[in-house]
């Protein structure tokens, strides 16, 4: 069965510090990823996304995303956090084998929640 | 672009009394429709999902159910709600035709279920 590892449940930060959020997926097939960000009171809404390409990806707020294919992994990095980042995190992937059916279904991790101190 | 309106934001209900939570969507036609519930520590969880008109599928069997009358909206239901429902509950949409798989999530309802 797919699924998506999210191997911190909660991580806590001083402003300035460097972050790092695991992600690992379980699929053998292709897959796109994606990395979806919950501020508090807000939208889930996406951050960054692999498809192709590059397998580092460059999102909204300085994130950035590794695809390492032989890993499995997605590991969501931001050198300099600020109290701003403070929101929950979500990994997600999609399996190029749900294209035929036009379904888009995607797979969610569990979540990180990310708290930043001033 | 796309934007998803939800309502009610928050809900609070007796167990046992009926649901109906409500999602549209504009700015885009014959939508991916899903919803999704998310439980703290758990992420989120498909629990319905559209491809059309009509067309429901459910990921988790349980006491909710889905339909889908018009092409921009969707809607969950129950005609008894458990204590278990209780949940913060996430409509999102696709367009298959549009950027490429990315969904996007409306603001939420936060069902409490006492």
């Known amino acids: 069965a797919q699924s998506v590892s999210q191997h911190n449940h909660h991580v806590i930060l001083s402003e300035a510090a460097s972050l790092e959020l695991g992600c690992n997926y379980s699929?053998?097939?292709?897959?796109?990823l994606f990395w979806y960000v919950q501020y508090p009171g807000q939208h889930l809404q996406l951050l960054l996304k692999y498809f192709s390409g590059d397998p580092l990806v460059k999102g909204i707020k300085g994130f950035e995303a590794e695809f390492i294919k032989s890993k499995f992994s997605f590991n969501l990095r931001k050198p300099s956090v600020q109290w701003s980042d403070t929101a929950e995190y979500f990994c997600?992937?999609?399996?190029?084998?749900?294209?035929?059916?036009?379904?888009?279904?995607?797979?969610f991790g569990r979540g990180t929640q990310l708290t930043v101190w001033p | 672009s796309q934007t998803i309106h939800q309502w009610p934001a928050t809900l609070v209900q007796p167990v046992g009394s009926p649901l109906s939570l409500e999602c549209t969507v504009e700015g885009t036609s014959n939508p991916n429709l899903y919803w999704y519930r998310q439980a703290a520590g758990r992420g989120l969880q498909l629990l319905f999902y559209s491809v059309g008109i009509g067309q429901i599928s459910s990921e988790v069997p349980q006491n909710l159910s889905a339909s889908r009358p018009q092409d921009r909206q969707f809607i969950l239901s129950s005609k008894k709600l458990l204590l278990s429902d209780s949940g913060f509950y996430l409509c999102?949409?696709?367009?298959?035709?549009?950027?490429?798989?990315?969904?996007?999530f409306g603001p939420g309802t936060r069902l409490l279920v006492l």
């Open positions: 997600a992937f999609y399996r190029e084998a749900d294209r035929g059916s036009t379904l888009g279904r995607l797979y």
């Open positions: 999102a949409c696709l367009n298959p035709r549009g950027a490429w798989e990315t969904q996007y």
């Open positions: 699929y053998g097939g292709t897959v796109n």
